[in-house]
């Protein structure tokens, strides 16, 4: 699939639920979302249909994300499908960690060895004000795990103002002896409520200043084709970090893929307000021909980048979803 301005997709992102464990306050409001019930989600069957026919036009990569996908139940039935669907090359999942480590080894079973894994701080305390649980000891466990059993480790890290920045360079500092990537990520406004005003002050500039000022060398890596991070390694480091200027959108011109929210509505991208609703057109009877064309279609009107995409939202509808509806 080659989108409007000559973009390869052959990446999907997949939420696979709305609910989450934790309250990150920057995705979810104290009281959650308005969570959908289950027969307004995708269901299993249909998700593995829809990925089969994305596989067959040129989709290899999956990432599970939600929410948290470890609440939704029998997820391992789902990833051990779509383990098995020709043409998918790599699933990787986004997780919070609190869940996960009893389903490393299984998961490991099934070749899925790329994990997300998002520590916003290392302090317990900050993790609490920040998640608004008191979760941390789980989800450092499940990093240790990870690392342990030698699996891909990309820590995802919201980077936000009066409270986390004093856990930039201790996040950093993991990679002195844990080959992990870490990644700094601008606070979007996904926060589910609309009306708050994220404090926009740490974009990716400013975090590489930071990073920087105290190393005092910091070596550029060759990013990845389709990376939405600028990497970076301090020398003698065995990991690295990245940023992703998720607010500042400056990668969208190598963007090569499109989510699937769990209602099953398609986006072709993080800021747009959703083209079609994927399950709709299933319970109607679509045929496999008719999805893909429509998919296609969506894909060949895709906005040129994620400030295009918000311009082009419905009047009145600003973005205020949580993105634990998007997936991230
Ligand atoms: N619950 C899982 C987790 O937290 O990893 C998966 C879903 S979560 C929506 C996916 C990613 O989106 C997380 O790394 C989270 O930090 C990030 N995220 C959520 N809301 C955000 C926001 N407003 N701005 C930037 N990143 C956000
Ligand atoms: Fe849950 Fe992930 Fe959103 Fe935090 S960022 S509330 S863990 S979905």
Redesign the pocket.
């Given at each position: 699939m080659i989108d409007n301005h000559g973009r390869k997709i052959d990446y999907v992102r997949l939420?696979v639920t709305d609910k989450?464990n934790?309250r990150?306050f920057?995705?979810m409001p104290v009281d959650g979302i308005n969570f959908k019930p289950k027969k307004e989600l995708l269901s299993y069957e249909e998700m593995i249909r829809l990925v089969k026919l994305l596989a067959a036009e040129g989709v290899s990569k999956i990432r599970i994300?939600?929410?948290?996908?470890f609440l939704r139940k029998d997820i391992m039935f789902l990833l051990a499908s779509l383990s098995k669907l020709e043409g998918i090359e790599t699933i990787a999942i986004?997780?919070?960690g609190t869940l996960t480590k009893p389903y490393l080894d299984d998961l490991i079973q099934l070749g899925i060895n790329h994990f997300?894994?998002?520590i916003?701080s290392i302090d317990p305390k900050r993790f609490k004000a920040i998640t608004r649980r008191d979760s941390f000891a789980q989800v450092w466990e499940c990093y240790e795990a990870m690392i342990q059993k030698g699996l891909q480790v990309k820590v995802?890290c919201?980077v936000m103002q009066d409270q986390n920045i004093e856990d930039i360079i201790p996040m950093v500092d993991l990679g002195k002896n844990d080959p992990v990537s870490i990644r700094f990520?601008?606070?979007?406004?996904?926060?589910g409520q609309g009306k708050s005003t994220?404090k926009y002050e740490w974009n990716y500039i400013q975090i590489i200043k930071h990073i920087e000022n105290h190393y005092g060398r910091i070596v550029r890596l060759n990013n990845p084709k389709n990376s939405t991070s600028i990497n970076f390694q301090i020398p003698g480091f065995v990991g690295t970090f990245g940023v992703i200027p998720?607010?500042s959108r400056t990668f969208c011109g190598s963007c090569n893929r499109i989510r699937v929210t769990p209602e099953g509505i398609l986006k072709t991208c993080l800021y747009d307000q959703g083209v079609f609703n994927i399950r709709h057109l299933m319970r109607a009877g679509a045929s496999d021909e008719e999805l893909i064309t429509a998919v296609q279609s969506a894909v060949g009107h895709r906005a040129k980048n994620g400030f295009e995409a918000e311009r082009l939202r419905d009047p009145g509808n600003l973005i205020s979803e949580?993105?634990?509806s998007?997936?991230?």
């Amino acid at each position: 699939m080659i989108d409007n301005h000559g973009r390869k997709i052959d990446y999907v992102r997949l939420a696979v639920t709305d609910k989450c464990n934790l309250r990150c306050f920057y995705c979810m409001p104290v009281d959650g979302i308005n969570f959908k019930p289950k027969k307004e989600l995708l269901s299993y069957e249909e998700m593995i249909r829809l990925v089969k026919l994305l596989a067959a036009e040129g989709v290899s990569k999956i990432r599970i994300t939600g929410g948290e996908p470890f609440l939704r139940k029998d997820i391992m039935f789902l990833l051990a499908s779509l383990s098995k669907l020709e043409g998918i090359e790599t699933i990787a999942i986004t997780t919070n960690g609190t869940l996960t480590k009893p389903y490393l080894d299984d998961l490991i079973q099934l070749g899925i060895n790329h994990f997300n894994l998002s520590i916003d701080s290392i302090d317990p305390k900050r993790f609490k004000a920040i998640t608004r649980r008191d979760s941390f000891a789980q989800v450092w466990e499940c990093y240790e795990a990870m690392i342990q059993k030698g699996l891909q480790v990309k820590v995802n890290c919201v980077v936000m103002q009066d409270q986390n920045i004093e856990d930039i360079i201790p996040m950093v500092d993991l990679g002195k002896n844990d080959p992990v990537s870490i990644r700094f990520i601008e606070e979007m406004p996904f926060n589910g409520q609309g009306k708050s005003t994220p404090k926009y002050e740490w974009n990716y500039i400013q975090i590489i200043k930071h990073i920087e000022n105290h190393y005092g060398r910091i070596v550029r890596l060759n990013n990845p084709k389709n990376s939405t991070s600028i990497n970076f390694q301090i020398p003698g480091f065995v990991g690295t970090f990245g940023v992703i200027p998720a607010y500042s959108r400056t990668f969208c011109g190598s963007c090569n893929r499109i989510r699937v929210t769990p209602e099953g509505i398609l986006k072709t991208c993080l800021y747009d307000q959703g083209v079609f609703n994927i399950r709709h057109l299933m319970r109607a009877g679509a045929s496999d021909e008719e999805l893909i064309t429509a998919v296609q279609s969506a894909v060949g009107h895709r906005a040129k980048n994620g400030f295009e995409a918000e311009r082009l939202r419905d009047p009145g509808n600003l973005i205020s979803e949580s993105m634990a509806s998007i997936g991230g």
